[in-house]
């Protein structure tokens, strides 16, 4: 999942975009996920880039991110919920995400690939997962296309 990332002390807790205006909002770099993700939510809300304060700079990773809100240089920034929980952050879920593995029919059955998705099957895997948090791996392993 993604979402609102929030300073543990910030006194509000807003549930959308319009609702962080006037709080310092970390950005990411302009080809982050989470900054595509960022112009899509604004656009949505009838918002603009302008009207968020920003503060100077982005952060290169989701662990920079929470890092940024946890040490108090932000108090809110758009990223997943697996960060927030690392950095003892408050989250606040604005979209679900499907990630989708493609993999060459061929590659399928070559060893490298099978020893990879039976670690994956593992309930260790999981395990961790739902230990970060913001994973769903209901349908994991579905075939979604099957091409020539």
């Given at each position: 999942r993604r979402g609102l990332l929030l300073a543990p002390d910030l006194v509000r807790e807003p549930t959308r975009l319009a609702e962080t205006r006037g709080l310092r909002f970390q950005a990411r770099q302009p080809e982050a996920g989470s900054q595509l993700v960022l112009a899509e939510l604004?656009?949505?809300?009838?918002?603009?880039?302008?009207?968020?304060?920003?503060?100077?700079?982005?952060?290169?990773?989701?662990?920079?991110?929470a890092s940024a809100?946890?040490?108090?240089?932000?108090?809110?920034?758009?990223?997943i919920e697996a960060a927030a929980r690392q950095f003892g952050l408050?989250?606040?879920?604005?979209?679900?995400?499907?990630?989708?593995?493609?993999v060459a029919r061929k590659s399928w059955f070559d060893p490298p690939f099978q020893t990879f998705w039976r670690f994956?099957?593992?309930?260790?895997f999981a395990e961790k997962a739902h230990a970060l948090g913001g994973y769903d791996l209901a349908g994991f392993g579905t075939v979604?296309?099957?091409g020539a």
């Open positions: 604004l656009a949505r809300e009838n918002l603009t880039q302008a009207d968020l304060r920003f503060v100077d700079g982005c952060e290169r990773s989701e662990t920079d991110l809100i946890a040490q108090g240089r932000a108090e809110v920034g758009l990223g408050r989250f606040v879920p604005l979209i679900d995400e499907r990630f989708d593995l493609l994956c099957r593992e309930p260790e979604r296309f099957n």
